[in-house]
């Protein structure tokens, strides 16, 4: 079996979620801890540019975004209980990810708020280290992280809702929550990826001490998280970017029937992948898997080897790039 790297940090929500998936699916994986901001260079060329985080690695198939993570690493599992309440599991968890990630951010991102948010005395802004990954250019931290952000939100996805909004928003989320996770999880006894999606933002909220008030009024929520807390991060072993890019080259990536549906490029042909929401860097490859839930695309590079890098379909854009002979025609 192929080993798991996944490579994050850990004051990020995202991250927390695919860890804490990884104790409840009872797995061993590979840590590469990456910088807070851009650059990022042993990991870009496993993402092939998608510029968040978390991203995991199976061998030589990559995949981007926590939500294809998920899939991926309780199909790694065996796993038959994560998705078991099928399509109200998936619709709360793209939910979670996108508008009550977005609260999360309206009131963490607050000055208020923002002295506490990246507090992990393992977590670097660049420089060096473990991970190889590259020094992140002059100016203050606070002025490094700032431009970062501000190129990842380019199009202002996060500054539209005011915190107050976001606080009086949250207050319902919350409401709701506690009543339904009176003793045990959103969907009955077991926890789905509904628990773990709803779970990140409000993890973030509530070790920020400024924030968590917000959440200490609720005891079933409390309750409910330090139960999902408990399942833990898994068995962690060190790792770094270089031994995640071996690992890659060692390694080819696994054999799919391709299965093209709903757009117009066929198995081959050269594609660009992006994300529809912030940080809109594509990833070009030849289309490998266009079926529902995901896009994969493959990409050689002389660090990488031949890699498949997995993207969910739900939230990111396909476009069919023209071949070179379409160029040169
Ligand atoms: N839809 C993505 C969102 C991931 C995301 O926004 N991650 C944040 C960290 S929590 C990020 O990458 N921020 C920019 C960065 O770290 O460069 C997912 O589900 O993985």
Redesign the pocket.
Known sequence: MSKLYLHHYWT????EKIRLLCGYLGLEWHSVRTT???PRPLLTPLSGGY????VAQIGADVYC???MIARAIAEYAGDKTLYAPGFAATRVADTA?TDLFRLMTALSFRPEAFGSVFNHPDDRMGGGGKSGDGESGGGSAIERFIA??AD?DGKGYFMKIKPEMAQSTLLHWLTELDSSVGSGFIFGDTPSIADFSVYHPLWFLRKNPYNAPIIEAYPNVLRWMDTLAAFGHGRIIESDGEAALAEARASEPQKVEPVVIGVDAKPGDPVSVT?TDY?QVSVEGELLTADPYEFAVRRTTDETGTIVTHFPRA?FELKQLASSNQESA
């Open positions: 990020s929500p995202f991250c807070t901001i851009m510029r968040k985080v978390p975004d926590s939500s990810n970062d952000r990842l994300p940080g939230g």
